[in-house]
């Protein structure tokens, strides 16, 4: 993923944390979902970004939770089903 994809997607989480009073910063490989810092309201406002932003069609994923539970593995997401 490019940086500037990588940056919009930081952006989007910092974004949420400041609403939800969470000061914490965001490395790339802290979880986001699994570890309860978000939870699933915050997931599906997520992945209705991710089909807006980057066109990927979960309906044809085998969604799992573990794929968009840090930036690290979001960014392989994107990378496996988003065009450059």
Same mark, same amino acid.
């Given at each position: 993923? !490019?940086?500037? #994809? @990588? +940056? @919009?997607? #930081? ?6 944390? @400041? +609403? +939800? %009073? /969470?000061?914490?910063? *965001?490395?790339?490989? /802290?979880?986001?979902?699994? %570890?309860? #810092?978000? !939870?699933?309201?915050?997931? $599906?406002?997520?992945? $209705?970004?991710?089909? @807006?932003?980057?066109?990927? !069609? ?10 968009? /539970? ?5 960014? *392989?997401?994107?990378? %496996?089903?988003?065009?450059?």
């Amino acid at each position: 993923m !490019d940086n500037i #994809r @990588k +940056q @919009k997607i #930081r952006e989007y989480f910092l974004e949420t944390f @400041k +609403q +939800q %009073s /969470d000061g914490q910063s *965001l490395a790339d490989n /802290d979880s986001l979902f699994v %570890s309860g #810092r978000l !939870d699933s309201f915050s997931m $599906m406002m997520f992945v $209705m970004y991710l089909e @807006k932003e980057f066109g990927i !069609d979960f309906a044809a994923i085998d969604f799992d939770v573990h794929l968009i /539970d840090s930036l690290i593995e979001i960014e *392989l997401l994107i990378d %496996s089903h988003v065009s450059v």
